[in-house]
């Protein structure tokens, strides 16, 4: 099948399949790529599939093989359910065969670089939360990593390639996605197509402060997880800029099926957040790095400071929003 193109990657009940025996399955077996889990989008004789979650990106609708313009099937993947460590490990198990991880050194990185076994890449301001203490996990780990220190002004010419390139334009979702170019960029550079990422866990497991607070945690988790596909996009449209792809265990079906059937009081409970996740972590990692609370990347990178202090440099004193519009705006020419 000369003309079947493949991006990302595809497991077939938890095992790696080569290009070669997805083509052999397209041309004998059709029916079994319904159960194709992984991060891909496939196109071939006028007919496209894409994964169940939407992770990698494609001019089809996510988990749909599309034909000629007419869904044809859909890829909706069914592994056995396990525990939530048996996930995890199987998750990252299937995606570290290649790339590179990125590590800011909070407890869904730290476990994911971890398991992974990989190269790691931080990246971050001078002296940076984020780059500080992924120096001091990629110790505790024992693994390689290397430290990108990046500048305001590299963060200046970036804002407008990055702004143009992500669905929603606000200023938390491109303080994230200024922070994946730079991982993306260093990928790309050094010859990695594919950036192992912990993206994905907060939501699953309550991570963010705001769920300590809420009424309405089981409601606040569900909305926020139904939001990740938008975050994938986001995520994946900045990787492309540099000829890469985020993949993410904590979006495998195994991983996202066993932390559903977590119930979320177990998540947060008694100022605590992430439990389960840390739980399995600490068996893993040093417990000072399962049981970190680390800060958001925009806020660790150091990169949030430098956007508040161009919008202001900008005219933009009491709205970063207004700033991030005017630079949409600006980049489409209006």
């Known amino acids: 099948m000369e003309s079947l193109q493949v991006t990302g990657w595809i497991e077939l009940d938890g095992r790696l399949l080569t290009v070669q025996e997805i083509g052999h399955i397209i041309l004998t077996d059709p029916g079994s ?3 194709f889990g992984g991060e891909f989008f496939l196109s071939w004789d006028g007919c496209r599939a894409r994964d169940h979650f939407g992770v990698m990106q494609g001019d089809c609708r996510k988990g749909t093989i599309t034909c000629n313009g007419t869904v044809k099937g859909s890829v909706t993947p069914d592994p056995a359910d396990v525990p939530l460590e048996e996930a995890i490990i199987t998750a990252v198990r299937l995606r570290c065969g290649e790339g590179v991880t990125a590590l800011s050194g909070g407890v869904d990185s730290s476990l994911v670089a971890k398991l992974a076994g990989r190269e790691c890449v931080a990246v971050g301001l001078r002296d940076s939360h984020d780059l500080l203490h992924a120096k001091h996990a990629a110790t505790l780990l024992g693994l390689s990593c290397t430290y990108v220190e990046i500048t305001a002004p590299e963060i200046e010419a970036a804002l407008p390639v990055v702004v143009a390139v992500i669905p929603k334009k606000d200023p938390v979702s491109t303080g994230i996605a200024l922070t994946q170019y730079f991982i993306a960029r260093w990928a790309g550079k050094h010859g990695h197509r594919r950036v192992i990422t912990g993206q994905g866990a ?13 009424a309405t945690l089981a409601d606040d988790l569900a909305r926020d997880i139904a939001g990740l596909e938008e975050q994938a996009a986001r995520d994946q449209s900045v990787a492309a800029l540099h000829g890469a792809h985020l993949s993410m265990p904590y979006l495998d079906m195994r991983v ?14 008694a100022g605590r957040h992430k439990i389960p996740l840390r739980t399995v972590a600490e068996r893993h990692i040093p417990a000072e790095l399962a049981w970190y609370g680390k800060k958001a990347m925009q806020y660790g990178s150091g990169i949030w400071k430098v956007l508040q202090k161009l ?24």
């Open 33 to 35: 790529m319904s159960r």
């Open 202 to 214: 907060d939501e699953l497991f309550g991570g963010y402060q705001r769920y300590r607070k809420t």
């Open 256 to 269: 996202v099926r066993a932390a559903l059937a977590i119930p979320a009081c177990e998540k947060v409970h």
């Open 311 to 334: 919008a202001r440099k900008n005219g933009y004193k009491t709205s970063m929003q207004d700033y991030i519009d005017h630079i949409s705006q600006v980049d489409h020419g209006h």
